[in-house]
C-alpha cells in the first residue's frame, strides 16, 4: 500500500491489492474506484487475510470507466488467478470475443480482464504461470505491463512488458516489481530494467528474466540514488509548492559538473558521433505539454547559439504527418516522465527514419532514456506534483547546456562566449530563489482572483511559451479557462475576447539592450488597457515604465534575454498554484490528469 501511495501519481482513479493468502490455496482481492484512500479505508474495515505475495494496481482508465468493477486486480480462473496492468492492448476485444464465443463471462469492460482469462486458458493447458504469461504476450498488440499471481504457484509474481515500464527490485530474500523505482526504494536501492517482452518471474529468493521464447536474459542491476526523503513534501503543504521551491536546486544540479576539463558538455549515457552532430542540419525537438514548452523555450537559445534550425513539434502530431526526417536531423525528445508513450512513439518513428536522438529526461532508467541513443538526464529529483514544475525549468536548463555543447561543436561560439553564458546559467539559481523569497503578493492577488473564469496571457519572443506554460498550469491546477498568446498576435483576433476587469497577464521582456523588445510589448498592454482588462505585468526589476501601464506588477532579477524564462515562469507557477489552493483543489493530483500518459 506504501508502494502503490507513492505510484499514486502515475494516475489514481481507482485501485486494488490481491494478496496469495498465508493458506496457499486462494487470493484474497479489494479493489475500489476513488483514490487510494478508500481502498485504504476499505482494507481497514474488511482486512485481507494476510500473505507475503501480492500484486497492487492504482489505475488511470483508458479502457472502461474508473468502478469498483474496472478496477484492477481482476481475477480469472474462478479467482484463483490476479491480473494488473498498465498500457492498452489494442487487439483486446478480438480476444474478447474469442474468450466469451469460448463460454468465459467477463466481470468488467477493461482489456485486462481479457489478459486474465487468456492466461488462465494457457494454465489450463498445462504451461506454468511464467509460461503462459509468455504465450500471452505474443498475442497482445498494444502496449502494456502485466502482473500475475496464480494460487497455484503462491511464492511466485510473473510480470511482462511491452511499450510501458517495469522495474525489479532486488532485495534480501524479498524481490519487488513496480511501475517505478519509487514503489520500492525504501526496501532496495538495486534495481533493474526488463527490456521489450521480456517475462520476469519473482519468488523471494530469485529474480529470472526471460526473452519472449523463454531463453534467460542476463539484466544488470543498478543502484538508484534518490532518497525517499526526496519524493517527501519536505515541510511544504503539497508537493506542487515543495518542487516549486526545489527549482534552485534542480537548475544547479542540472548544471552541475556537465563540463569535463576541456569545457566539453558530458552527456550522461550513450553517445553519439561527433561527425553526426557536425552535420546535423535541423534538429526537432518532440514532446508533450509543459515539456514541449520547454521546447520552445530552447529553440530561441539554440537557434541563435547553433543557427541550426530548431522545430518544436508535438510528439503526438509529429509521426502522423510524415515529417520530413533524414539522417542529418538531430531529435530531442524533453520528457520528465521518460514514459509518455506518444513522445516514446515519436522517437521511435524518428529512429526508424535514421535520426539520431537525445532524451531530455529526468526518470532515470526510463524508456526514453533507455531508447534514446544518447541521454542528457534532468536532475529535478522526482517531481510527484502532476503539473510539472521544477522538471520545466531542468528542461530548458538541459537544453540550454545541449545548445552550448554544439555550438562549440560546430564552432558557432567559442569558449569565452560560452563561458559567459555557463556564468549567467550559474546565477540563475539565486535568481530562482529571490523570485521565491519575494512571492507573497503574487499569492495574495491569486488568492483574491479565486472567483475568475478566464485569465489571458501574454508574452512575445522567449516570452511566448510562458504565456502559454502559464496558462497550462492555470488550467490544469484551478481547472479556469486560461490561454496564451504571442502578445503580437493579439491584434490579429484575440483581442476581441478582452472586455472590462478581464484579467490579462504579461511577460514584459527586460527594456535593456538595443533590440528589446519593451516597448512592443507596452504597446500591446495599451491595446488591452483602452479595452478595460485587469493589467498583471511580470516585469525586470529597475523597469520603472511597468507600473504607468499596470495594475499589478511582479518583479523579476535582471537576466540575460534568453535565459528569463528560467525566472518569470516561477511567478506564474506561484499564481496558479495560490488560486487553485485557494479554491480548496488538490494541487497535487488535479482531476482528469495523470502524471505519465502511458498512452497514445
Ligand atoms: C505538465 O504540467 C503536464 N502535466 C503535462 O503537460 C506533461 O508536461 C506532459 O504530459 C509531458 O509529460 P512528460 O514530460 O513526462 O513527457
Known amino acids: 500500500m506504501a508502494g502503490l ?44 487475510a494476510p500473505g507475503t505475495v501480492a500484486i497492487g494496481h492504482t489505475r488511470w482508465a483508458t479502457h472502461g470507466a474508473p468502478t469498483d468493477e474496472n478496477a484492477h486486480p481482476h481475477l480469472a480462473a474462478d479467482g484463483r488467478i490476479a491480473i494488473i496492468h498498465n498500457g492498452i492492448i489494442e487487439n483486446h476485444a478480438a480476444l474478447r470475443s474469442e474468450l466469451k464465443a469460448g463460454g468465459v463471462t467477463f466481470a468488467s469492460d477493461t482489456d485486462t480482464e481479457t489478459a486474465g482469462h487468456l492466461l488462465a486458458a494457457e494454465i489450463d493447458s498445462g504451461l ?24 497455484r504457484e503462491p511464492h511466485t509474481v510473473v510480470g511482462a512488458r511491452r511499450n510501458s515500464p517495469l522495474v525489479v527490485g532486488l532485495g534480501e530474500n524479498e524481490n519487488f516489481l513496480g511501475s517505478d523505482v519509487i514503489a520500492f526504494i525504501e526496501h532496495t536501492r538495486t534495481a533493474l530494467e526488463l ?27 543498478y543502484s538508484i540514488d534518490w532518497d525517499t526523503t526526496a519524493a517527501q513534501k519536505g515541510g511544504f503543504p503539497t508537493f506542487m509548492d515543495k518542487e516549486i521551491h526545489d527549482q534552485p536546486a534542480a537548475v544547479a544540479d542540472t548544471l552541475r559538473g556537465r563540463m569535463d576539463d576541456n569545457g566539453r558538455l558530458m552527456l550522461d549515457a550513450g553517445i553519439i ?33 547553433c543557427r541550426i534550425p530548431v522545430e518544436v513539434e508535438l510528439a503526438h502530431e509529429f509521426r502522423y504527418r510524415d515529417p520530413v526526417v533524414s539522417v542529418k536531423t538531430l531529435v530531442v525528445a524533453i520528457s520528465q516522465s521518460g514514459e509518455t508513450m506518444d513522445t516514446i512513439m515519436a522517437v521511435r518513428h524518428a529512429q526508424q527514419q535514421g535520426a539520431s536522438v537525445i532524451g531530455i529526461v529526468n526518470v532515470q532508467g526510463s524508456t526514453i532514456a ?31 547546456l545541449l545548445g552550448l555543447f554544439l555550438s562549440e561543436l560546430r564552432g558557432n561560439k567559442y569558449s569565452d562566449e560560452i563561458a559567459e553564458i555557463l556564468e549567467e546559467l550559474d546565477a540563475m539559481p539565486a535568481k530562482i530563489q529571490w523570485v521565491l523569497d519575494t512571492s507573497e503578493p503574487i499569492r495574495e492577488i491569486a488568492r483574491s482572483m479565486a472567483g475568475e473564469r478566464t485569465v489571458l496571457f501574454l508574452g512575445r519572443h522567449v516570452g511566448f511559451p510562458v504565456a502559454l506554460e502559464g496558462a497550462l498550469k492555470l488550467k490544469e491546477l484551478a481547472y479556469i479557462h486560461a490561454e496564451g498568446f504571442a502578445a503580437g498576435e493579439l491584434k490579429h483576433g484575440p483581442i476581441a475576447l478582452i472586455e472590462k476587469d478581464l484579467p490579462v497577464f504579461i511577460v514584459l521582456p527586460s527594456p535593456r539592450g538595443r533590440e528589446s523588445l519593451h516597448a512592443k510589448v507596452l504597446s500591446s498592454i495599451e491595446e488591452v488597457k483602452a479595452r478595460g482588462a485587469r493589467i498583471l505585468v511580470l516585469a525586470e526589476e529597475g523597469d520603472d515604465e511597468a507600473p504607468l501601464y499596470a495594475d499589478h506588477v511582479f ?8 535565459l528569463a524564462p528560467l525566472l518569470n515562469v516561477v511567478p506564474l507557477q506561484i499564481f496558479a498554484c495560490s488560486l487553485a489552493g485557494a479554491k480548496g483543489y488538490d494541487v497535487d493530483q488535479p482531476r482528469n490528469l495523470a502524471k505519465s500518459v502511458t498512452v497514445e
Open 273 to 305: 558521433d561527433e561527425g553526426v552532430l557536425n552535420a546535423i542540419d535541423k534538429i526537432v525537438v518532440i514532446a508533450c505539454g509543459t515539456a514541449a514548452y520547454a521546447g520552445m523555450v530552447a529553440k530561441y537559445a539554440i537557434e541563435h547559439w
Open 195 to 221: 527490456g521489450q517482452d521480456e517475462v520476469v518471474v519473482i519468488t523471494p529468493d530469485a529474480v529470472i528474466v526471460t526473452d519472449a521464447d523463454g531463453d534467460e536474459v542476463q539484466r544488470e542491476p
Open 128 to 151: 506454468s504461470l511464467a509460461e503462459a504469461m509468455r504465450a500471452v504476450t505474443r498475442r497482445l498488440e498494444g502496449a502494456f505491463t502485466l502482473l500475475a499471481v496464480d494460487a
Open 370 to 400: 533507455r531508447e534514446a541513443d544518447a541521454v542528457l538526464y534532468t536532475r529535478a529529483g522526482p517531481e510527484i506534483a502532476v503539473a510539472s514544475t521544477k522538471a520545466f525549468l531542468a528542461q530548458i536548463t538541459a537544453a540550454f
Open 555 to 562: 518583479y523579476v532579477p535582471e537576466a540575460p534575454v534568453l
Open 5 to 48: 501511495a507513492r505510484l499514486e501519481y502515475r494516475g489514481y482513479d481507482s485501485a486494488g491489492i490481491a494478496v496469495v493468502t498465508e493458506d496457499q490455496n486462494s487470493l484474497a482481492r479489494a479493489k475500489k474506484a476513488g483514490k487510494l484512500a478508500v481502498l485504504a479505508a476499505e482494507l481497514k474495515e474488511h482486512p485481507l
